[in-house]
């Protein structure tokens, strides 16, 4: 294998011991990994020049991490929330905030010896970055974190491990840009993909078979919120293949409201832009194994197409990750009362922390809260464009996540790119608005929605008070 130069050196001098004056832990306090617990084999090597060569399990030269992310042995020792603000670093300073390593080369004292530490290109590591990566562990419970440049980013990272002839079974109701991915894939990669019910376990059974490499969850789902069991699922996955990676999208809720590895994933992937950050000031997507032999695989890739997170950006979402807690729960208690409110007037909304959710039970026993995005219909097209067209304190934008409330239409908007027919097929009206519910005071957010219901004629106003148009909606996405 022909490396350029920055591949010789970033495979040639991953086993220095890294620089003392790190903001980061030395790599000597990273847990033993047990691969013996794994249902992949360890990796191989063999000696080349006096020097250790790894392979991947495929055989292939497989350049080793430039540090472990787990950032000690053992669990986590706080809480949760506290884990997120709580980080360890040794800077020799004793700066409270990681420094940012705004470099894209670090010298080396000889030719192929990096004397100076574990980093050579930015491109293989950074250690703000491996920073980051580290957090990221402790706090989603993975062996291993990797960040990249977008969600999307990450999702790509993830679908490289797939061949031609492979199948992915994946959901009928996904974010645009995945089914945007897979259709690619589909068309051009020789990848077989389908798109079935996820909230129906006997109807992902029948189509998996030995030739299933990956299993592709969402849940919640977007816009639909439905609710897939992971556990069962990724169970059933390695049933029929005990080789298939169960991936989950565990975006719409984020590491403080589910666990995706703990309930038997092996990848669990999201958009740091989103709540993660927080602030939509960044592009971020974050990757967790637990599984030290897959991780090792992603990170090949990420090492070799130059997609890993820059450093200023690693410390953008380290910084926004700090505050995830106290931002969650002021979303969910505004996003809670927007619901019943909504629910309360005639509409049909989708939200999990709502009882009348169809899937309520199963997602409060593998998640410990709903969420902030919601979607509602109204029954007419032209009903929903007043509706979105009135508001004002909610911005009319894409995405989710951030301290600002947004309003949307998935149709014209976020999942524009799927065409109407298969919109349709898979129930997403074209009526329906999503709303990402932000922090600011709950009462004006309900005022807002309230006066632009009443100007978009959505409801009908009376000495009794007001209510939908649109009677006996049912939440039917079939």
């Not at 832990?25 to 790894?54: F, H, M, V, W, Y």
């Not at 990566?133 to 977008?150: D, F, P, Q, T, Y």
Request: glycine fraction near 8%; proline fraction near 5%.
């Amino acid at each position: 294998m022909n490396l350029d130069e920055e591949d010789v050196a970033a495979s040639s001098t991953k086993g220095a011991p890294p620089i003392a004056t790190s903001s980061l832990p030395t790599s000597s306090t990273a847990a033993p990994q047990d691969l013996s617990a794994t249902n992949t084999k360890p990796l191989t090597s063999t000696i080349r020049g006096g020097t250790t060569q790894a392979f991947d399990l495929d055989g292939h030269d497989l350049p080793p991490s430039p540090a472990s992310s787990t950032p000690r042995p053992g669990a986590r020792k706080y809480a949760l929330a506290t884990e997120l603000v709580y980080t360890e670093g040794t800077d020799q300073y004793g700066a409270s905030s990681a420094p940012i390593y705004q470099s894209a080369t670090f010298y080396q004292g000889k030719p192929g010896q990096n004397v100076n530490g574990e980093y050579d290109y930015t491109r293989s590591g950074n250690p703000t970055r491996t920073h980051l990566e580290r957090h990221l562990a402790k706090i989603m419970g993975a062996n291993r974190c990797l960040a990249v440049g977008s969600g999307m980013g990450a999702l790509d990272v993830v679908t490289r491990l797939l061949r031609p002839g492979d199948e992915v079974v994946t959901a009928d109701d996904l974010y645009g840009g995945t089914n945007r991915l897979l259709k690619y894939l589909s068309t051009n990669q020789g990848i077989t993909v389908h798109h079935v019910d996820t909230t129906s376990p006997s109807a992902v059974s029948k189509v998996l078979n030995h030739k299933t490499a990956m299993l592709l969850l969402e849940t919640p789902t977007n816009p639909l919120i439905k609710i897939a069991d992971i556990a069962a699922l990724a169970s059933a996955a390695h049933a029929a293949n005990p080789s298939a990676v169960v991936v989950v999208d565990n975006t719409m809720l984020s590491p403080l409201l589910q666990s995706p590895l703990d309930l038997g994933a092996d990848i669990s992937y999201e958009s740091g832009t989103k709540y993660l950050s927080g602030h939509h000031d960044v592009m971020a997507g974050v990757l967790a194994v637990s599984d030290p032999s897959l991780a090792d695989k992603l990170y090949f890739t990420i090492n070799s197409t130059g997609c890993g997170l820059a450093p200023y950006d690693s410390w953008l979402l380290l910084r926004g990750i700090k505050t995830l807690a106290v931002r969650m729960r002021q979303q969910q208690e505004n996003a809670q009362r927007i619901a019943e409110l909504l629910e309360s007037l005639g509409f049909a909304v989708r939200y999990p922390g709502l009882r009348s959710h169809p899937a309520y039970d199963l997602h409060w026993r593998q998640a410990s809260g709903a969420g902030a995005v919601l979607s509602f219909s109204t029954g007419n097209v032209r009903t929903s464009e007043r509706i979105v067209g009135a508001v004002r304190l909610w911005a009319i934008s894409v995405s989710f996540g951030c301290v600002n409330s947004l309003i949307s239409m998935p149709c014209r908007m976020s999942h524009a790119s799927i065409d109407e027919q298969t919109r349709r097929e898979r129930g997403l009206g074209e009526d329906v608005i999503r709303l990402c519910v932000g922090i600011e005071e709950g009462d004006d957010l309900i005022d807002d929605l309230r006066r632009a219901l009443v100007e978009a004629g959505a409801v009908s106003v009376s000495l009794d008070g007001i209510e939908s148009r649109t009677s006996n909606l049912q939440l039917n996405d079939s």
